[in-house]
């Protein structure tokens, strides 16, 4: 079974750092994509990022270009965000979910999220 | 960017009727389309790929149809689990882009 479990959410000044991270099992996690999207409370999805199963290849939405930089450890089974300059705005679950690939990137499955408040 | 309109917002449907979602894209998409179904206090689960194509254990129930920038999700007749909130999501250009959610409630 495929499961994906993200941890590192929490409470954080604006302006300030934070990493969250995404275990996964039951899969070669080398063999496939993956993203994060994220969910503002109350709001809808927005995908965030997306890396190739290799890592070489990386993709970002607008609104987090040049504060968040994903990256994966194959070895761990591990993805990961950086989010840096944080911004009220950036206040959402983020979800790690796995893709077929990037190009056929549907989102399946998602893990449980983690909260990332961005508050003074 | 390309936008995606899903249309209801809200569509108050009865147990056992059929409820049918749109979502719209600015521009065309193909056929690279999937749809979402999200619980209250839950992660979004994957019902359908390649605009058509049901996920692994998704009922029969739920059917997806359209391309270019015109999409369909229909579910034939709506039982009490299918309650919930509905995205779509572009995965043809980048950035990916969702729809802002259809809510199925009850009627």
């Known amino acids: 079974e495929v499961q994906l479990l993200e941890s590192g959410g929490g409470l954080v000044q604006p302006g300030g750092s934070l990493r969250l991270s995404c275990v996964a099992s039951g899969f070669t996690f080398s063999s496939y994509g993956m993203s994060w999207v994220r969910q503002a409370p109350g709001k809808g999805l927005e995908w965030v990022s997306a890396?190739?199963?290799?890592?070489?290849?990386?993709y970002y939405g607008d609104s987090v270009k040049g504060r968040f930089t994903i990256s994966r450890d194959n070895s761990k089974n591990t993805l990961y965000v950086q989010m840096n300059s944080l911004r009220d705005e950036d206040t959402a679950v983020y979800y790690c979910?796995?893709?077929?690939?990037?190009?056929?990137?549907?989102?399946?499955?998602w893990g449980q999220g983690t909260l990332v408040s961005v508050s003074s | 960017e390309i936008v995606m309109t899903q249309s209801p917002a809200t569509l108050s449907v009865s147990p056992g009727e059929r409820a049918t979602l749109s979502c719209r894209a600015s521009?065309?998409?193909?056929?690279?389309l999937a749809w979402y179904q999200q619980k209250p206090g839950q992660a979004p689960r994957l019902l359908i790929y390649g605009a058509y194509t049901r996920a692994t254990g998704i009922p029969a129930r739920f059917s997806g149809s359209g391309s270019g920038t015109e999409f369909t999700l229909t579910i034939s007749s709506l039982q009490s689990e299918d309650f919930a909130v509905y995205y779509c999501q572009q995965y043809n250009n980048w950035p990916r882009t969702f729809g802002q959610g259809t809510k199925v409630e009850i009627k």
């Open positions: 979910a796995k893709v077929k690939t990037v190009g056929a990137d549907w989102f399946d499955p």
């Open positions: 890396i190739s199963g290799s890592g070489d290849s990386t």
């Open positions: 521009q065309s998409v193909s056929s690279n």
